[in-house]
């Protein structure tokens, strides 16, 4: 025992799989902080995923998927045959399900639906029949109803009878439909049963007329709906006013938290949904260069500035210093206005057409910071090479100072007008951004260049 | 009418309030999407904010500022007299209090805090006892505790009782405690009290050792502990044992949500919290500047490569052109891999001492990257080049190759070095990133460039 507590838990779960140890395997799934789930499963190799899902009963293993990020999970599920699969995943929550689902390539999605039970078959069905992120998507299917000819007395004996089963629902409100139609007329709060009559119809228990969701709510309207409704879940209806499911408070967080994430992979040019190191090189590195080679291009353009003053730098080698400094700070100065925009888009404080205003609001924080950073840096360059052109700093220092205000005006900006052209604020923010601040940023320096310091150069050879 | 609907919502409320029309400006206000409200309330000017809620009755003003961040409701709350202040503050719960207490000056603060009822002032001290993002902070001292030595009637009497007072408690379990000592002893599920029979004892209806927190408990481990146990909230005890609150999952998961916001704002480089255009001019410039002065000393030590290295562009001018792009290229490959580890760090995939595995992970994808890229910028310098420096395609191409496998080797381990020196890793991560690649990049284009380039160069006058 003492020489087992040296190992790390990966290396701990690979020796109980391969000494085919369930029950301890189990125990020690059981008592792994959530947070070492993932960290120790991802340290496995590939081999020991499925021997490990193959080992453990279903319960277990759904509940180790569960707590992998879809990307992950979906990764170890397609290595397992689908019946085995199908089995655990008959385990997990109707939205978890379909989750996952939704992650895996679509022949081995359809090979896993055919093997599931046809309840679970219909629901996953019926889920992926909505977007991912929409109401329709992110519902259970799990939820108690009662037909409206029933009693307060009839519920809580049904209540009682299937403790057992429903103690997995995480039951807070019981659903009246009507008999007929099926269509959703009140709900019943658990608190509420508690202090009713027994012998009241539930349709007086019942709070009428309940709000609800329609199946194609997207995120935004879900999200909306649960700021200003303190409930823990809602009631999600098809077209016809039936009732089809129930979205819980905790789905439309989880999927606003995945939402945000991919936006700041996005904005740090991973695309194409979650990148992990467990994936395979080549994906990652098809998917890094998706980003990386269009911004070559982006470059070429702004380098052309360069390109077609390659004259000016003859004859003041030293803006070559300078003008990578003038590029990466111009960058950061933008940067903070992305970051600005983007939340500020993100809360609702600002929508594309407030561009303008935006404008005016970056407009005076760019000058105090462009006066400054235009000072700093016209000074260092005076410094360092002022012996030899008197005017570098003076021709450096303005382009500073100039570039910083273009660049908190388009960095504020420019996330308002990518989202108005429904493009991707967090993706393309950056790459327009320096492509921008690069070519202003290269034009003013070699503008003032030729105007402040290449006509009263000592000519030494004539130019043509 | 028709001439209303054409007002933005800010500009009607300012009408609302300039006509003092309370009644239409509720209504008004009740009726506006929560989305909206931020919006329209930043857009109003702030000498209208203190008129609004001096207007408004304090439940509405309160919630008015519930819908609006903990800075901008701050920054409103701020110009009001500490008096109205305190009235609007006791109508918010007791973790929205705290959190909107920690937003403020010290001093108003204190003045708000000492108009507060006996007992929401002894709830605010409590909870800001505690640190912000700890149990303690984050509880409400609102729930429902009854002593053991109750029966299930008395307590379902109780509530019946008080079901309009407990109505704003949103009530999912009630506590048991010792009479005498205070302790926790145990928790009723509604659900439970609902099946068990009136006359039963609560100390045989409730579940005895409940999971609880300490008062002390991280966010982190509120984390973790909502991860393991599907709960919608959890008992927060002191250090001997006494109940002294409840902490729900929604507030950590808002919490957790605001953590990672911040994060995003500060790898954009917003340092300092939060940054709103609502702001003040001058604490918004020096807030980005304290960002921007010390990445001026990062920008010169990579420069200096290039400033003793001055004669080199004089003979090769068109590493002028080049340079920006590779120091660009190489950024955005190494933010790639800061991405994907800030989010594996975020998921607990990684942890600081998983650096090693990290960089042979970062290295093969560099390697794929590398040659891509440096084939393509390579071929794209000797279109342009070619015709004078023959070589200057082996240069630039070999520099961004190397430099490629640098980036995302150093962007994949320095946020995981950064967070084992316990510095953030979102704010540091890119400065280091850029300071590094940059260095790197140039002095590889510039050794290439003497060893290929230069030596084959037709000498027309000797230098020096």
Not at 258 to 269: C, N, P, T, V, W
Request: charged letters at 25%; one cysteine or more.
């Amino acid at each position: 025992m003492a020489e087992t507590t040296l190992l790390q838990p990966w290396e701990q779960i690979a020796r109980f799989i391969d000494q085919e140890q369930t029950a301890e395997l189990e125990a020690f799934l059981h008592d792994l902080p959530s947070g070492e789930m993932a960290r120790a499963i991802s340290r496995l190799d590939s081999e020991h995923w499925g021997r490990l899902l193959m080992l453990v009963s279903h319960e277990v293993a759904a509940r180790v998927l569960d707590e992998l990020t879809h990307a992950q999970a979906a990764e170890i599920i397609e290595d397992l045959p689908a019946e085995k699969a199908a089995a655990i995943i008959e385990e997990m929550p109707s939205d978890e399900q379909a989750d996952l689902i939704a992650e895996l390539d679509t022949d081995e999605a359809d090979a896993i639906i055919e093997k599931l039970s046809p309840e679970e078959r219909a629901d996953v069905r019926l889920l992926s029949k909505y977007g991912k992120d929409t109401a329709g998507g992110l519902m259970i299917t799990e939820y108690l109803a009662f037909t409206d000819d029933q009693r307060a007395e009839q519920v809580i004996q049904d209540l009682r009878r299937n403790a057992d089963e429903y103690a997995a629902y995480d039951v807070q409100y019981v659903y009246v439909i009507a008999k007929d139609t099926h269509t959703l007329r009140g709900v019943v709060r658990l608190r509420d049963l508690v202090l009713a009559p027994h012998s009241k119809p539930v349709t007086e228990v019942m709070l009428p007329n309940p709000v609800t969701v329609v199946a194609e709510a997207s995120l935004d309207e879900l999200e909306e709906f649960f700021d200003k409704f303190q409930f823990f879940a809602a009631p999600v209806l098809d077209e016809h006013g039936r009732l089809i499911g129930v979205v819980r408070r905790a789905a439309v967080n989880e999927a606003l938290g995945e939402r945000s994430d991919k936006a700041l992979m996005r904005l740090g040019g991973i695309i194409g949904g979650e990148e992990l190191r467990t994936m395979s090189t080549s994906s990652r590195t098809i998917r890094r260069l998706a980003f990386l080679v269009p911004n070559i291009l982006l470059n070429l353009v702004a380098v052309s500035v360069i390109a077609s003053n390659e004259w000016v730098i003859e004859k003041v080698t030293a803006l070559a210093i300078f003008l990578p400094i003038l590029s990466d700070m111009s960058g950061c100065a933008g940067n903070q206005a992305v970051a600005v925009s983007m939340r500020e888009l993100s809360l609702g404080l600002v929508k594309p057409q407030d561009a303008v205003r935006t404008l005016f609001k970056e407009i005076t924080v760019g000058m105090f910071n462009g006066i400054v950073l235009g000072l700093l840096v016209g000074l260092i360059a005076w410094l360092m090479r002022g012996h030899e052109f008197g005017m570098i700093g003076v021709v450096i220092g303005l382009a500073m100072m100039i570039n910083s205000i273009v660049a908190v005006c388009v960095g504020g900006c420019v996330p308002l007008l990518l989202k108005k052209l429904k493009f991707d604020p967090a993706l393309a923010s950056g790459p327009i951004l320096t492509t921008c601040t690069d070519m202003c940023g290269f034009f003013l320096t070699i503008l003032f260049a030729r105007l402040i310091i290449i006509p009263y150069l000592p000519t030494v050879t004539p130019v043509g």
